[in-house]
């Protein structure tokens, strides 16, 4: 198993990720624009030196078929962590 694949550095990173949401959250407070939070993630992300990609572009697959339509994950963490959604790994997908 890769290091970076271990349950101990997932759980880290998990930990990471939501104290930075808690900090913008407590910065910001409620009611702004999407993008506004997702800008603040990015300057918390930089801080922690973790990488991402913004608005990650994939075409899901359902039942083993690969549809048409574009799905967009607003920042995808280290190549595994959609923060949006429950974490999950990288969609397998080519962008």
């Given at each position: 198993?890769?290091?970076?694949?271990?349950?101990?550095?997932?759980?880290?990173?998990?930990?990471e990720?939501?104290?930075?949401?808690?900090?913008?959250?407590?910065?910001?407070?409620?009611?702004?624009?999407?993008?506004?939070?997702?800008?603040?993630?990015?300057?918390?992300?930089?801080?922690?030196d973790?990488?991402?990609?913004?608005?990650?572009?994939?075409?899901?697959?359902?039942?083993?078929?690969?549809?048409?339509?574009?799905?967009?994950?607003?920042?995808?963490?280290?190549?595994?962590?959609?923060?949006?959604?429950?974490?999950?790994?990288?969609?397998?997908?080519?962008?």
């Amino acid at each position: 198993m890769h290091p970076l694949d271990s349950k101990r550095y997932i759980d880290e990173l998990r930990y990471e990720i939501i104290g930075a949401a808690i900090r913008v959250h407590r910065e910001m407070g409620p009611g702004l624009k999407e993008t506004v939070y997702e800008e603040c993630m990015i300057l918390e992300l930089k801080g922690l030196d973790i990488s991402f990609e913004q608005q990650f572009r994939f075409r899901p697959v359902y039942k083993g078929i690969q549809l048409k339509t574009t799905s967009v994950i607003d920042l995808l963490v280290e190549d595994r962590t959609n923060i949006t959604q429950p974490f999950q790994t990288k969609p397998d997908l080519e962008k």
